[in-house]
């Protein structure tokens, strides 16, 4: 049985240093990801004012904004603020005159007013911290398999049972699709949505290919990767680039997809449970896309690539960190050994370091420069390569 109290360290000392440079700090990611928890676990270390901009009291509380806001000092958290984009006008001269005890702290999906709003009205005042649900640096490595199955929303993570756990993930599909997208801006059909949605995870751990989807969806190409483009923006899909290098070959140029909660992943799939996972024919993408959301989560780096070849050479996921290139392939199997693609691409892209990741225990050389190394091994020494 999971934890019921998990702390999340490594997020909150990322959202503190956010606060210390900026007035104001904007935390976004999915709806029940767990920013309120985090926001409220942040504000009770220092006086603060809570605004949740979903409730009628709390938005009549801020009928004349400027006034409200400009006569409180400590942590002022804007809960749920794409609900009142008008907010980041106010807010921008707040911020100019605002001194280091007073901080501005910004709660939200990406909707599309939020983005604009940190962008323009407030570029050069806040600084933007992702959250996703739950990491294995959060739960431990203890419980790498129940994350694994039920991803890290809080409330599938915690559940009290596996059928409880599905059962709120297949909830939370529906109520996105209904109403967190149309909140956004989006008004793409939720039927629409859920098919294409489906098919991703069916395509999850592969490339893009706009025209096979297309034929699949009887959908056209344009409105297929404004779809796309939409549920990545939204953070429940991750686009991972594709890294390219003066080789002479020919190399792959479409993004790679993955569903960043492998809960979700899971539930589209109809997986309800660990022996179900383990006999389905995308246990080895769902590791891989595991994995990988792990590490970027983690490393929180911006230089990430997968790199491919069309004679068939991979690398699942290439880091830039501290000036090295860190090449990572990602393998199901419990006791991986060395492959001809990571070799090929070992020499071509010439790595610094090499990994092969794994689900087992054991950690082991498998050529010169290149280990075998269990995930939670591997999320420890990421940060300190070099």
Not at 10 to 26: D, G, H, K
Not at 36 to 42: G, I, P, V
Not at 188 to 199: D, G, H, I, Y
């Amino acid at each position: 049985m999971p934890a019921a109290k998990i702390i999340r360290q490594n997020l909150s000392i990322e959202v503190e240093r956010a606060m210390a440079q900026f007035p104001v700090t904007s935390i976004l990611g999915p709806r029940q990801c767990g920013k309120t928890t985090l926001a409220r676990q942040l504000a009770g270390t220092r006086p603060s004012t809570f605004f949740d901009l979903e409730l009628p009291s709390d938005r009549a509380r801020l009928a004349q904004p400027e006034l409200m806001l400009s006569s409180l000092t400590g942590l002022v958290v804007l809960d749920e603020v794409q609900q009142r984009p008008e907010l980041f006008s106010v807010l921008r001269p707040l911020a100019d005159r605002a001194g280091p005890e007073t901080r501005y702290l910004l709660l939200g999906s990406a909707a599309p007013s939020l983005i604009k709003g940190v962008s323009e009205s407030l570029a050069g005042r806040a600084a933007t911290v992702d959250v996703s649900g739950f990491t294995l640096d959060e739960v431990g490595a203890e419980n790498l398999k129940t994350l694994w199955q039920r991803g890290g929303f809080p409330k599938s993570y915690l559940a009290d049972s596996e059928p409880a756990s599905l059962r709120w993930r297949q909830e939370f599909i529906r109520s996105f699709l209904e109403r967190d997208l149309p909140q956004l801006g989006i008004t793409v059909p939720a039927e629409t949505m859920l098919r294409f949605w489906t098919m991703l995870a069916h395509y999850h751990g592969q490339t893009w290919n706009g025209s096979e989807l297309s034929r699949s969806l009887a959908i056209n190409d344009k409105s297929l990767r404004r779809y796309l483009d939409l549920l990545t923006g939204a953070q429940v899909i991750r686009q991972l680039q594709p890294w390219h290098e003066n080789l002479g070959k020919r190399q792959v140029k479409a993004p790679k997809l993955y569903l960043r909660d492998s809960g979700l992943l899971h539930a589209l799939l109809g997986v309800s449970s660990w022996p179900d996972l383990l006999g389905h024919p995308k246990f080895g993408a769902s590791w891989e896309g595991f994995a990988v959301e792990q590490i970027l989560q983690r490393t929180r780096v911006r230089q990430a690539f997968f790199w491919g070849t069309h004679a068939g050479a991979e690398l699942d996921l290439l880091l830039m960190i501290n000036g090295l290139r860190v090449g990572i392939e990602i393998k199901a199997a419990a006791s991986p050994v060395m492959t001809r693609s990571l070799a090929i691409a070992r020499a071509d892209l010439k790595l610094d370091r090499a990994f092969i990741v794994h689900p087992g225990a054991s950690r082991y050389p498998v050529a010169p420069g290149v280990e075998a190394v269990p995930l939670p091994a591997l999320l420890e020494e990421l940060p300190g390569i070099g």
